[in-house]
């Protein structure tokens, strides 16, 4: 249910002075009737309408440091969210890292390991393709599949992270290059 904004809270509190039942002030408000209550109360016990302060740690960073952040990840796919020094030359925790990089939409997965595609590369395999294609049908029939996973419990497993968005996994920037 969606909170009510200060507007809205002076709005039932002269309802309230009008002599207005609660249910219909909570159905011409769009809330519950326990949320009139609880502002009535509180605007009785406090002589304020505003809302109490709200548990929790406050940010460490600001949302300029987390822009840096992001940015600094997005020239350096590979950098690691322990090596990310802030502005200032502060170091910031690896979890406050990893959460603003999630915020911005970045992931931290495992690299795609193959050639960077060169646009002669890429030209060579859509020929490939394209003149083997009934033969790939064919052999799709025959592979199965199956799905593997390895768990570390108390250990890092030092597999390589590239941090990227949805649908950048091919990018070149996002590929870690092996030459076979």
């Known amino acids: 249910m969606p909170r009510l904004t200060d507007s809205q809270r002076h709005e039932?509190?002269?309802?309230?002075?009008g002599g207005l039942p609660r249910r219909e002030i909570a159905r011409r408000m769009?809330?519950?009737?326990?949320?009139?209550?609880?502002?009535?109360?509180?605007?009785?016990?406090?002589?304020?309408?505003?809302?109490?302060?709200?548990?929790?740690?406050?940010?460490?960073?600001?949302?300029?440091?987390g822009r840096y952040?992001?940015?600094?990840?997005?020239?350096?796919?590979?950098?690691?969210?322990?090596?990310?020094?802030?502005i200032n030359?502060?170091?910031?925790?690896?979890?406050?890292?990893?959460?603003?990089?999630?915020?911005?939409?970045?992931?931290?997965c495992r690299p795609f390991r193959g050639n960077i595609l060169t646009q002669h590369r890429r030209?060579?395999?859509?020929?490939?393709?394209?003149?083997?294609?009934?033969?790939l049908m064919r052999l799709w029939r025959r592979i199965l599949f199956t799905h593997e996973s390895r768990f570390h419990l108390r250990y890092r497993d030092g597999r390589i992270r590239v941090w990227r968005r949805r649908g950048e996994r091919y990018i070149d920037s996002c590929v870690r290059e092996c030459d076979r």
């Open 123 to 135: 030209q060579n395999r859509l020929t490939w393709t394209r003149r083997h294609r009934h033969w």
């Open 89 to 108: 030359g502060r170091q910031n925790s690896v979890s406050t890292v990893g959460q603003r990089l999630r915020n911005a939409g970045l992931k931290a």
């Open 30 to 65: 769009g809330c519950s009737p326990s949320t009139i209550v609880r502002l009535h109360r509180r605007y009785v016990q406090t002589g304020s309408l505003n809302d109490r302060p709200r548990p929790g740690r406050q940010r460490v960073t600001s949302d300029r440091q």
């Open 69 to 86: 952040t992001r940015v600094s990840h997005l020239r350096d796919r590979f950098q690691t969210a322990r090596t990310t020094i802030g």
């Open 12 to 17: 039932v509190r002269r309802m309230l002075a």
